[in-house]
């Protein structure tokens, strides 16, 4: 893996001048790496993680498990994709087991939510079935804890 | 009334810790960065901090055994055998301690008559000597050099060495100095031991935290393990310092005799962290090599800094710090390590604190954040700069 990918995965929140120097770099070689990998569509983007209150936030989001009918010659592949370009849709899996597609949706509100199951999911043709669970509340986010303030651990400042 | 008389003159004697003395000016300055810790900033991986709490909620709250609980020096056995080569027997070639630090105190007492001399290489870990001095014997200390990347060389054992010696002390990789051995220059060592019959206490604690090469623990070299202790602990690859958790492997009289002065000084180590330190070892490498990369990441990056700003610093194979000279600043550590702290706010150790070959050295711990490592290397430029300039 590349040391600027491995960085980036680090989860910190460097900017580009700090890994500049953390990888012996120029900013500039650092922009253009960086540029490379969206390019090579291997970085796609970075967004922030956000703990905002309920209220904030102002969307609401649902899980789904889909069910659908497999194509000859493109599998759940075409259907998936399709799925995946609605705007509510975050993230979109194809999973093992009871159903096949896992979708995360997000919505202004449950009406939002609601409608755009019944109306865009589950009319396409294919689409078998839907089971639609709302999130009430997110514990963790991308690795980040949102259960209110985290503590900082204290060190001693010098030890042996 | 004059208490001080009543004190044991062994113990009066002993010197304060020149990394208290720093300490106590560091906790009086607020919001200094501090590459003066000797310890993970990562909290302990919450799969074993979960197993500590597991345990307590089963009721696992009593004495163990005095060497610990069985499945600890199992999976202690287990361990050593796969990851340095060396094969104990449960049953009675290992005794869980209280951190390494136990280990290191009840080796010196179930070893040392008074008198007994203790070679031990130098820059090295602050309690060393004591540690000597309070079981009665005489600590000699062998030099190690920045020109060897501080690893311990036979010619300098040699030089150190005279009649009269009966222990070795090895700490490899070192702190401060992050220096080893290779397998080379530690069969050489295993050779003097034997030549001069030494009896060698070899910790272990940084070995996880080698990134050259591979670590070879001396004990595993033909010969070597009847007359090894071998010290190891969780504190630093798996970053459970404050569970305070450790052991030692060797010969079956030797664990024995270690273990009298255990089960009358310590009785047992904690069960809690007994039981999170089984956690560790079975289902903790995924965890301790992801931190482990994050620290040879800092290091690459803290040592070239270190070099760039003028301040030669060797590349430490091992642990998580690095040992910059610091002499071309044409002061003494301490001083620089003090303007340092009120100029700029960075706190470092003089490489004093470690012996008298850390002068003119100071120890630079990298197990804190990129952040905080890339501030601290910017100022410890601009003071270096404004030394220089000066000059
Ligand atoms: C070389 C060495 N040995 C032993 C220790 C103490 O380790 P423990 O926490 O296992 O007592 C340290 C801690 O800094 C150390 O650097």
Redesign the interface.
Known sequence: MKPIIKLLLEGGSLNTAQMAQVLNLSEAEVNCQLDTLKKDGVLLGLRPVLNLADEDSGVVRAVIEVRITPERGGGFNRLAERISKFDEVESCYLMSGGYDLLVFVNGASLQKVAAFVSEKLSTIEGVLSTATHFMLRSYKEHGFLLGGKVEETERLKVAP | MDQSRFIAKHVINLPK?G?RD??DI??KMKD?I?L????P?F?TPWHIREAGIYAIEKGKTHYTSNLGLIELRRAICDYVGKNFNVSYAPENEVIITVGVSEALDLACRALINPGDQVMYHQPC???YSPSITLAHGVAVPVPTFAKDGFALTVDALRAAWQPGCKILMLNLPT?PTGGTCDRAQIEAIAKFAVEKDLIVLSDEIYSELTFEGVHTSIASLPGMKERTIFLHGFSKAFSMTGWRIGYACGPATLIEAMMKVHQYSMLCASIIAQEAAIEALVRGEDAMKKMR??YH?RRD?IV??FNEIGLKCHLPRGSFYAFPDISKTGMNEKDFAIGLLQAEKV?I?PGSAFGENGKGFCRACFAT???QL?EA?NRIERHVQAIVAKK
């Open positions: 810790s990394i720093f300490f560091v906790a200094a501090s003066g810790v000797g310890e900033d909290d870990y602050v309690s702190n990369d994050q990441r990056f070239r800094r706190a150790v954040s990129y952040e890339i290397s």
